[in-house]
């Protein structure tokens, strides 16, 4: 089990992520890529994506085993910023701290602190080794995630409105509470379910939540306690989880002023009596109108015990974006961390 201990100053420092990490999103990806599980959620890209990947994945593998720790330094907290703005900050990890955390991975592995054969030159240092392992990130990136990023970025946002409605209804408390089923508020301690037993003390440095697409099962910590906290922990699936490409039959259906007028009341997010409401329409209207538009890719919805909550994705954003830019102002696109030391349970 997990414990995250916090204090007042803790709670007050807790916050949501902004939009999806693109490294997490990288790494994590790599493990659902070797199992099986979560077919319904990850069986058609998994498909696709070793259908994209022709490139070397050696490296990769080594760095990331299906099971147990990988290096802190892969998931620097620049991936929110973007893929280019990760790989500098891998770039820039001091070569003490790739030796020490490689160490790690070569414990875990055989029970010695012994950097893994494949990894030696890259704990050894120079440019060489470094540029193969950003080579070798950029090439998984853009064959497995980079494809998929709007409907990745849709599910985090989702997730995101539903916590941030928590939020406003009842503080960090309520926050906390609201989150998936393997995590536990049990104030002032949240609980994780987890492979190996570890306490994480805030002390105070707040938590950033970071929800993630390809977190599944146990959520997921730094190592080191002495990195900014991150808990990464996974969305909830639940309407349509299969990536669909625009356009097709079902956009096609998007006709009509009710059907207009329910995508320009999901705004920043609603409840499908929210959406009646604003739009002057039907409970059972206002339902089948969000299930053309989820399955046109302009909407995500996302279930949370009775509640249902529909937010736009960055298709449906753009496309009320370029509608109202037509009728006047235009509108902006709405934009929306398992220490790792023991086996990857997902």
């Not at 490294?23 to 994506?49: N, Q």
């Not at 980079?146 to 409907?151: I, L």
């Not at 599944?216 to 306690?225: E, M, S, Y």
């Amino acid at each position: 089990m997990l414990r995250i201990h916090f204090t007042a100053n803790d709670l007050a420092g807790v916050r949501m992520a902004g939009r999806p990490d693109v490294l997490w999103e990288t790494i994590l990806s790599f493990h659902r890529l070797r199992d099986r599980r979560g077919s319904v959620v990850y069986g058609e890209w998994r498909s696709d994506a070793r259908t994209r990947l022709n490139g070397e994945t050696r490296l990769l593998a080594a760095l990331v085993p299906s099971r147990g720790y990988f290096p802190d330094f892969l998931t620097p907290a620049e991936g929110l910023h973007g893929l280019d703005d990760g790989l500098q900050a891998i770039r820039a990890t001091p070569p003490a701290r790739v030796r020490t955390e490689l160490a790690l991975l070569g414990a875990d592995r055989s029970g010695g602190r012994t950097v893994p054969h494949s990894l030696r030159a890259l704990a050894e240092g120079g440019a060489e080794p470094f540029n193969r392992l950003l080579g070798a990130l950029r090439g998984y990136h853009r064959a497995a995630i980079e494809p998929y990023w709007p409907h990745i970025r849709a599910r985090v946002e989702a997730e995101r409105a539903l916590r941030g409605r928590a939020l406003l209804d009842g503080g960090a408390d309520e926050l906390l509470a609201s989150l998936p089923p393997m995590l536990r508020w049990r104030a002032p301690v949240l609980e994780a379910d987890y492979p190996v037993d570890r306490d994480l003390h805030l002390d105070g440095r707040g938590l950033l939540l970071q929800p993630s697409y390809f977190c599944r099962g146990a959520p997921v910590v730094l190592r080191d306690p002495t990195l900014p906290p991150v808990l990464v922990y996974p969305t909830t699936h639940c309407e349509a989880p299969t990536v669909r490409e625009p356009g097709g039959t079902s956009l096609a259906k998007l006709v009509g002023t009710t059907r207009s007028a329910v995508l320009h009341a999901i705004g920043d997010g609603g409840t499908t009596s929210e959406l009646a409401r604003r739009a002057g329409v039907s409970l059972a209207s206002a339902s089948q109108h969000a299930g053309v538009l989820r399955e046109a890719g302009l909407v995500a919805t996302l279930r949370h015990g009775n509640a249902v909550l529909h937010t736009l994705t960055p298709l449906g954003a753009a496309l009320l974006g370029g509608a109202q830019g037509l009728a006047g102002p235009s509108r902006a696109p709405v934009e929306r961390l398992y220490a790792r030391n023991g086996p990857v349970t997902s």
